[in-house]
């Protein structure tokens, strides 16, 4: 889409008053209306969470190095692996693309700010309680929730106070949910500047369109769910107390209904920064775009019917198994149809390799690896297999931590020259790439072959004949991790402090609205609405 705009003048000499508008110090942040502030405060809070994840992680993978207790006992192992998940899917994950939702969608589609400013301050700031909430379970008697990021009943009936520290977080934090998806629902179907039709919106925008509905579809089933679960533990209720006459595999069934279109909550928005970059790096438009639309929208309708295929092993008749692995075998023909645009973007193009494309290419590669092995998940007796094997980690951290994960790098050094005003370091950005490409693959493939060869997931201890694998692994995740790490003190505060100013649109290429204010954007943006031919 070419975007020429008429106000380009007009709001750059609204700036020179406004500029001194806004409060300072903790006000600023506390009170935060502005999405760009607000948009800060979310990407902040996601990398404090990815860290302390992260952290996590590496417990676990220091227990896993060699066969035996190490470090933990099996109870205290748990904890770790359940909170793991948590935090870096509630904590992590999905704020980050929260906070890039913020930052770019009102840029993208010549608005002034989100619709609801403080409502949004509202969505951010009931996250670090939530987060504070369950991270000191920890600290309760009896540790922390123990049953799986699932939350699983019998377990989770079972365990301490900290279960019902957990349910309350994940309570605050699908209110925030689905206040954030409102909200970004009602900005770009309501604030667009004149002459942007739906069919000229940006791809981020897009993505962000259909996850926001994907999310006020899900997160009250999540609620309804840990709701029942906890009246189950205080109340005296039996919807999943086997002992009552209730039914476990119910609220796997609750659970999935929630639990796999938040999978594609956590990678949508991810195709939608993909398919901005490859464009502006391929200087070429993107291959297919009314495709790559409808493909989303496939993908989201389709999410809603392949709950079950995570349940192949609890007694599912054969023709519900049937119907569940058709059905997942569908939803990849709409994301085949994705990766294809995306090389056909690529094709003949200009290409050069910036490190937001070689984020964007490694995407591709790395999450198409997850594509095959989720598909191989699809077919019901190899998964009867696989369940609850290695296998499966391996699968969905290829599809999380390689796919999602990329695309917010990518995303990161793609837009931070409009956020900071300054150019990041080229040469820290490549080591930072190449690092994290290697090590992932180092950490995460390993385990598709632990899983073949039967080690189950969620074990503190393991058999002899699969401790080289183990090690591996442990290896490959450290060294992951302090590539992180590395990120954060040696490539994003440096960039926030300084380095090359960056200009308007420092990638030639580069289509959009957002390319056409200064860097670092003004705090008032598009107080002229611009007008999209």
């Not at 920890?138 to 520290?165: E, N």
């Not at 349910?167 to 900005?187: D, E």
């Not at 739906?198 to 999310?215: D, E, N, Q, R, V």
């Not at 796999?260 to 970059?277: D, K, R, T, W």
Request: charged share 10%; aromatic share 18%.
């Amino acid at each position: 889409m070419a975007v020429t705009t008429t106000a380009d003048h007009a709001h750059d000499g609204a700036h020179d008053h406004a500029a001194h508008d806004h409060p300072h110090g903790w006000q600023r942040w506390l009170f935060a209306t502005n999405h760009k502030d607000i948009g800060t405060l979310y990407l902040w809070f996601s990398i404090v969470m990815f860290l302390f994840g992260g952290v996590l992680a590496m417990l676990i993978r220091a227990e896993l190095f060699q066969p035996g207790l190490q470090i933990f006992r099996p109870e205290v192992y748990n904890q770790l692996v359940t909170m793991h998940g948590l935090i870096m899917i509630f904590g992590a994950i999905m704020p980050a693309f929260v906070g890039f939702a913020n930052w770019m969608i009102p840029l993208q589609i010549g608005a002034s700010d989100m619709a609801f400013a403080r409502m949004n301050n509202f969505s951010f700031w009931l996250l670090p309680p939530a987060a504070i909430l369950m991270a000191s379970s920890f600290f309760v008697a009896g540790g922390a929730a123990a049953a799986g990021w699932t939350m699983y009943p019998p377990l989770s009936i079972q365990m301490g106070i900290s279960m019902d520290m957990t349910i309350f977080a994940v309570h605050i934090m699908g209110a925030s949910s689905i206040m954030g998806a409102i909200n970004i629902i009602t900005t770009i179907l309501n604030m667009r500047a004149p002459g942007m039709t739906l069919m000229k919106l940006p791809m981020f925008c897009w993505s962000w369109l259909i996850t926001a509905y994907l999310l006020i579809g899900i997160m009250p089933v999540l609620a309804g769910a840990v709701t029942m679960m906890l009246t189950d533990r205080h109340f005296g209720t039996s919807f999943f107390n086997a002992a009552g006459g209730g039914d476990p595999v119910m609220y796997q069934h609750v659970f999935w209904f929630f639990g796999h279109p938040e999978v594609y909550v956590m990678i949508l928005p991810a195709f939608g920064i993909i398919s901005q970059i490859i464009p502006t790096f391929a200087r070429k438009q993107l291959f297919g775009y009314a495709s790559m639309v409808y493909a989303i929208a496939s993908i989201a309708i389709l999410s809603f019917i392949v709950w079950a295929h995570h349940m192949f092993t609890t007694g599912m008749p054969v023709t519900g198994q049937l119907f569940f692995m058709y059905a997942t075998m569908l939803i990849s023909v709409p994301t085949g149809v994705k990766v294809f645009n995306w090389v056909a973007t690529m094709w003949k193009g200009s290409l050069s390799f910036e490190t937001p494309m070689l984020f964007a290419v490694g995407f591709i590669f790395v999450f198409t690896i997850g594509g095959f092995s989720g598909l191989i998940l699809a077919v019901a007796p190899i998964d009867i297999q696989m369940q609850d094997t290695y296998y499966v980690v391996g699968h969905f951290h290829y599809v999380l931590v390689a796919g999602s994960l990329f695309a917010l790098f990518g995303a990161f050094y793609y837009w931070s020259p409009k956020w900071t005003g300054h150019m990041y370091n080229e040469w820290r950005g490549k080591f930072h790439f190449w690092n994290s490409l290697i090590w992932v693959n180092v950490s995460f493939f390993p385990m598709h072959f632990l899983g073949l060869a039967g080690m189950p997931r969620r074990y503190a201890d393991y058999p002899a004949q699969f401790t080289d694998f183990n090690m591996l692994t442990s290896i490959g995740a450290f060294l992951f991790g302090l590539t992180q790490v590395y990120f954060v003190f040696f490539v994003v505060i440096p960039t926030i402090r300084g380095g090359k100013p960056a200009e308007a649109s420092p990638w030639e290429e580069a289509q959009g609205l957002e390319w056409t204010v200064p860097s670092p954007a003004p705090f008032h943006t598009f107080e002229v609405p611009p007008l999209v031919k």
